[in-house]
């Protein structure tokens, strides 16, 4: 099995070495990861210049460092290498839950991956002042590629592990609305900045991926690329007057 791997915190973190010295087990892998830092960028893609990549051998694997965005190293690294049969990113320096789903780049390259029909999983871990401990992480994350190995059709999944793990949940997507409000600050030039910042309005769900991590389990959400409302688009062709269907 060929596995590549990559992520958004860049080439160097210790999280894709500890996710890709675990895939080396399940087959041959090979790291494709941004040069620096890509977090929080979700799924974008360089287009008003080209790509560059340099081998990085990390730990004696076979490395690439990519002056582009997770999206990119994905997409390159698949392109230069044929029949990649599993994409794995991670383990990013923070969770993905919930809403961060649609911020993390960590995510966006499964997502890549996804797009070119490659299977793919997305693995986040706390971020704090006390580093994770790999080694404690590394069961749960052979545990993970082999429940998503198992499950038929599974495509594209977001694990996110608690500090101690103490089994796997298979979760939903933690949806909350948030109060997001700006704060003003100064730098030490007098000139005035400011801060994004946000304040969840819900508690969390019984079921979702916050729930599963805030009691200790490591939590598997199956993400898919569609996202269309089927609900509310089969009640607005209901009520749509002079609106094609489509079809349907
Ligand atoms: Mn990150």
Redesign the pocket.
């Known amino acids: 099995m060929r596995i590549l791997v990559s992520n958004?915190?860049g080439v160097f973190s210790p999280g894709i070495r500890a996710l890709a010295r675990v895939a080396q087990e399940f087959g041959q892998v090979r790291v494709v990861a941004p040069d620096v830092?890509q977090?929080a960028m979700s799924h974008a893609i360089t287009v008003r210049r080209p790509l560059h990549y340099t081998k990085t051998p990390i730990d004696g694997l076979e490395a690439y460092r990519v002056d582009g965005t997770p999206a990119d190293c994905v997409a390159l690294g698949a392109h230069h290498w044929d029949k990649v049969d599993l994409v794995l990113s991670g383990v990013?320096?923070?969770h993905n839950l919930g809403h961060n789903i649609w911020h993390s780049?960590?995510v966006a390259a499964a997502k890549q991956a996804a797009f070119l029909r490659i299977p793919a999983i997305a693995f986040s871990a706390p971020y704090s002042d006390t580093p994770v401990d790999y080694d404690v992480l590394a069961p749960f994350v052979r545990e993970v590629i082999r429940e998503f190995l198992a499950v038929p059709d599974m495509t594209l999944l977001n694990a996110n592990f608690p500090t101690e793990p103490r089994g796997l949940m298979w979760t939903s997507q933690s949806v909350r609305h948030y109060e997001g409000y700006v704060v003003p600050g100064e730098d030490p030039m007098g000139r005035r900045h400011f801060w994004f910042a946000e304040e969840p309005q819900e508690q969390v769900e019984e079921g979702t991926d916050r729930w599963a991590v805030e009691r200790g389990y490591v939590s598997l959400t199956p993400l898919r690329l569609d996202l269309t409302d089927e609900p509310l688009l089969a009640r607005a062709r209901a009520v749509g007057e002079g609106v094609g269907t489509g079809g349907a």
């Open positions: 958004d915190d830092e977090s990013n320096l923070g780049g960590t």
